[in-house]
């Protein structure tokens, strides 16, 4: 399945809305949970060939030649106008999806596969917590207006300063903590509990706690031993998710992410 570019929008300076449209989404089935993705392909340099294109074929190609799979979040899917939006964050010409979300123009295509399925705010929970930075960003909005209405919802997320702040809504009871990076100096272990100490921070929510914490590898894993320790969300109601690492690039942080998960996975309080 692929789509064609409608329209782009620079929403902040690291996120970047891309709206598909075109015959190449007919048959798109709609999401039925909030954090639902494609598996997109983007094309490098070296590739001889467009989209669409065949997925066997193109696997037989040299490593340089091949696409480059990633995961990216369906922010929105209008079906009357057959069109999805995908918001992807991009920090310059760095990272395949980035870049290509930076540069795209109308009638460009990418390829994808899914939608699949992801985290969903458990409905009989007596409130939300959604935990990430911009690469987790448009999760996030998804799963807040995917909140049930009259509930308590907490957001917490990480941008480089007021400029990567977007609008949330949601039908609960929203209440969204923006935090700065620039606040904070720019190095591994200053940032790496950012979030946890601003999650530690907040007013002890009662009742069960549905959670999503997706984002960098370190921050995650460090609101997660918060949430987990000070029991804010038992085990069974929290999603957690590395999507990148700080210091490495997508193809060095894909070689390593099984190893890393299944030691976050292992801790235990």
Wanted: charged share 25%.
């Amino acid at each position: 399945m692929y789509g064609e570019v409608v329209r782009t929008e620079q929403l902040t300076p690291q996120l970047v809305r891309v709206v598909l449209g075109g015959p190449g989404l007919d048959g798109f089935a709609a999401p039925v949970t909030a954090d639902a993705y494609v598996n997109c392909s983007f094309l490098p340099a070296a590739a001889a060939y467009d989209v669409p294109f065949d997925d066997a074929q193109v696997r037989e190609l040299p490593r340089d030649q091949r696409p480059f799979p990633r995961r990216i979040t369906v922010r929105g899917w209008d079906a009357e106008r057959g069109e999805l939006t995908l918001d992807i964050a991009a920090h310059g010409d760095v990272g395949y999806a980035g870049r290509w979300a930076l540069h795209a123009e109308p009638g460009d295509r990418l390829q994808f596969r899914g939608p699949a399925d992801g985290y969903l705010p458990d409905p009989d929970a007596d409130g939300y917590l959604f935990v990430g930075d911009e690469s987790a960003l448009p999760a996030i909005a998804v799963c807040a207006e995917w909140a049930p209405a009259g509930k308590p919802v907490t957001v917490v997320v990480e941008v480089e300063d007021a400029a990567g702040e977007v609008e949330l809504t949601s039908p609960g009871d929203l209440a969204v903590h923006w935090v700065h990076r620039a606040d904070r100096a720019h190095t591994d272990e200053a940032l790496a509990d950012l979030l946890a100490d601003t999650v530690a921070a907040l007013p002890r929510p009662d009742g069960v706690v549905s959670a999503f914490v997706h984002g960098e590898a370190a921050e995650t894993r460090a609101v997660r031993r918060v949430l987990l320790r000070e029991r804010i969300v038992d085990l069974d109601h929290l999603s957690c998710s590395p999507y990148w690492r700080r210091g490495l690039d997508d193809e060095q942080w894909r070689a390593i992410k099984g190893d890393w998960v299944r030691e976050v996975n292992a801790e235990t309080f």
